[in-house]
């Protein structure tokens, strides 16, 4: 019997932040001008996350997703996927990275066992990826994504944030350029998550109005029935092209979420807007053995009842999530330490 919560749902998917430090300052994730980090003495060693993730496995855990902060900055990332990936419990091994520095690392990653890969792409215009990223860094993405298509990944996506007056006007040239690159889009609502400092409910383009737009373009399209726990719902253009949206800020699903989140110094995060989480590392240090892991998780999970986006979806929102001060005083509660 897999390990359920108070809402039937199992535990399922884990996403393992390697690091909160990344090369891009997206604007709808870490708009400021600095951060406090991770004191580096805090981060797991790649033999402390297989320990932990050891202590997942027997509780459930089959889906495994490598994020961060931007996870191909930690040194020797490859061999942290080649331990997982010899992990017969783990059946799928993903990676979610912003592609900056996909193309001398995408054969070695795929070498190494890493399944899947979905890559960040806001928008294919330099200038705006400038503004948006505060870098100039748009043909190494692109190039990253070349590298990944070729590299024998069994699946490779692109995921883009949709923002109302940015990047809205580019869904019909994204899908043509993930046809184009045989990968399938996801385009995600703006969420009001920690670090989203300057979100505002009108700049969220919902589901409803991308659907409608991409309709008027391509003409009616199917929708995929699926039985998934998958944050994405999917769709078919009248020209056989399949895309996603991740509906988390109008249309949240809660209610299938079998995900939760390890920031690279062990804290253990059951929703992506918790306030706090459980913190892993401490008694791993102290010497906690698997067993105790076990015990641990499994006294959190069976308890937990969060149903963030949702909750956040009843309440008025007219302030961000996290007030700045608090994320200056506390890293875990940044989307880059918490991992998307
Ligand atoms: N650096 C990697 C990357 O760029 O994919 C992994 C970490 S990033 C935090 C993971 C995902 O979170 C990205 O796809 C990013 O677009 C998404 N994300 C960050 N802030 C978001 C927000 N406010 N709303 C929706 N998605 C967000």
């Known amino acids: 019997m897999p390990l359920l919560d108070r809402f039937s749902r199992p535990l399922r998917s884990l996403r393992l932040s390697v690091t909160d430090r990344c090369n891009l300052r ?4 870490m708009p400021e001008q600095d951060y406090v980090w991770l004191p580096r003495e805090n981060l797991l060693t790649f033999e402390e996350i297989g320990g932990i993730v050891d202590a997942f496995t027997p509780l459930g855990v089959d889906r495994i997703r490598l994020t961060g902060g931007e996870p191909l ?24 990275t912003n592609g900056v520095l996909l193309r001398p690392q995408a054969r070695a990653l795929r070498a190494a066992g890493l399944h899947r890969i979905t890559v960040s792409l806001d928008t294919l215009d330099r200038e705006r990826f400038r ?44 899908l043509e350029y993930a046809k184009s690159m045989r990968a399938e889009l996801r385009f995600i609502e703006y969420m009001d998550v920690g670090g989203a400092t300057q979100w505002t409910a009108n700049a969220v383009v919902s589901r409803r109005e991308m659907l409608a ?31 996603g949206i991740i509906s ?22 059951l929703c992506l807007y918790a ?8 008694p791993l240090r102290a010497g ?14 069976s308890v937990r009842a969060d149903r963030g986006a949702e909750e956040r979806l009843s309440m008025d929102r007219q302030t961000t999530l996290v007030p700045i001060r608090s994320l200056k005083r506390d890293a875990h509660l940044e989307m880059h330490t918490r991992g998307g």
């Not at 997206?26 to 994730?29: D, R």
């Not at 906690?288 to 999970?301: G, N, T």
């Open 73 to 96: 900055l930690r040194r020797d990332l490859s061999v942290l996927i080649a331990s997982l990936a010899a992990r017969p419990a783990i059946a799928d091994l993903a990676l979610t």
């Open 213 to 243: 737009r991409i309709e008027a373009h391509y003409g009616p399209m199917l929708t995929l029935e699926e039985q998934s726990s998958a944050p994405a719902d999917r769709f078919l253009l009248p020209d056989g092209t399949t895309f």
């Open 131 to 174: 503004g948006l990223t505060r870098t100039d860094d748009l043909a190494k993405v692109l190039d990253g994504i070349d590298a990944a298509a070729s590299a024998g990944f069994a699946s490779l996506k692109l995921d883009t944030v949709v923002i109302r007056g940015i990047n809205d006007d580019e869904l019909v040239p994204l």
């Open 275 to 282: 306030a706090t989480g459980t913190d892993l590392r401490r």
């Open 248 to 269: 988390s800020t109008t249309e949240p699903f809660c209610a299938s979420c079998d995900r939760s989140r390890l920031t690279a110094d062990g804290v253990w995060l």
């Open 288 to 301: 906690a053995s698997r067993e105790d892991l076990q015990r641990l998780i499994e006294a959190v999970w």
């Open 26 to 29: 997206c604007q709808y994730c």
